[in-house]
């Protein structure tokens, strides 16, 4: 019988530094706050305790996201928030689109794979015993519905923080899909609204107005990302080879299965770039040679009777090449 409550915390970086720029910015009512993730975790634990009737323990806190030099230096804020928070920081290179100075670009599903990846890998990597049974995801993105729908077939329960909030130049909205598939939700906008306990008071701690650079620093980037968001992306084929020859390339389980966010991972890696069309679709065009699942998270396989049918022509050739010799 289970004592504790083992609960895995992840953050998507690039979208919930978007919230903590906009609580330092912009604020609610006139005032602007830095968010304490400490006193976020303790309180999340807290409504653990209470749905499971047993105590808390994180087992892990981590966040992943994108960066470049640029970014670094405009979010120590954030960066020491999560610090302060043990939360471990799993990082890797935005790139930059040229004619848009150094400020970043960076595909957002490429940070949503990632978090399905590490997620699922994570808990099937363990012993049944030593598996979390509570994931916390402070995130906003559709894209992790299946991993939540996985991990929750497994008896885990999802908890989702998110938080909602409109710019002058932008909105920032959680999926209706993640927030429906998740078995309970934490609004960041109603934790603001509400303020009245002590403990929820400690998430929010007042800060200074920022200053005019600072604004027009974090302005001109929320700014960069909606360009970025509607500019046309580049004509890219994902040919049918392609495909085959990069889930080759990839770990496979038994039945020959490859997790799409690692096959995701494989062909950008050969691309040397990150992937500028939905994986999912591109594997959907060729019915009769990949096969697909979605549980315990997005998978493809090539269809054995296709596999069967390259080993047969294969032989073919090899026989023939014998007898012209």
């Known amino acids: 019988m289970q004592s504790i409550a083992r609960a895995q915390f992840i953050v998507d970086g690039n979208y919930t530094r978007k919230g903590f720029a906009h609580l330092a910015m912009h604020g609610v009512e006139d005032n602007h706050y830095t968010m304490d993730f400490l006193a976020l975790t303790q309180y999340v634990a807290s409504l653990i305790e209470i749905e499971t009737g047993l105590r808390c323990v994180y087992c892990e806190k981590k966040v992943y996201m994108g960066t470049n030099s640029q970014t670094d230096l405009e979010n120590q804020s954030y960066y020491r928030a999560l610090d302060e928070a043990g939360f471990i920081r799993s990082t890797f290179n935005l790139r930059c689109v040229e004619g848009q100075g150094s400020y970043p670009a960076l595909k957002e599903d490429a940070v949503d794979t990632t978090i399905a990846f590490e997620v699922a890998k994570t808990f099937y990597g363990k012993p049944i015993e030593e598996r979390f049974n509570v994931l916390v995801l402070y995130a906003g993105d559709g894209d992790l519905v299946p991993v939540v729908q996985g991990l929750q077939a497994e008896g885990v329960r999802v908890f989702v923080v998110y938080y909602d909030f409109k710019t ?16 309970k939700v934490i609004s960041i906008s109603s934790l603001l609204d509400e303020r009245v306990s002590k403990q929820i008071k400690s998430i929010f701690r007042y800060s200074e107005p920022p200053s005019l650079s600072t604004v027009d620093a974090i302005s ?63 594997l959907e ?41």
């Open 168 to 183: 002058p130049t932008a909105t920032t909205r959680a999926s209706q899909a993640l927030l429906e598939a998740a078995d």
């Open 220 to 282: 001109v980037w929320i700014e960069s990302e909606r360009e970025e968001k509607t500019r046309k992306p580049a004509p890219f084929v994902l040919t049918k080879e392609i495909l085959e020859e990069q889930i080759a390339e990839c770990r496979q389980d038994g039945e020959g299965w490859v997790l799409g966010a690692q096959l995701g991972k494989q062909i950008e890696q050969v691309m040397g770039c990150k992937l500028p069309v939905k994986l999912r679709p591109e």
């Open 285 to 325: 065009k060729y019915p009769n040679v990949f096969e697909t699942k979605d549980s315990p998270a997005f998978s493809v396989r090539i269809r054995k009777d296709t596999a069967n049918q390259k080993q047969r022509s294969k032989v073919v050739v090899v026989k023939k090449k014998k007898e012209d010799g």
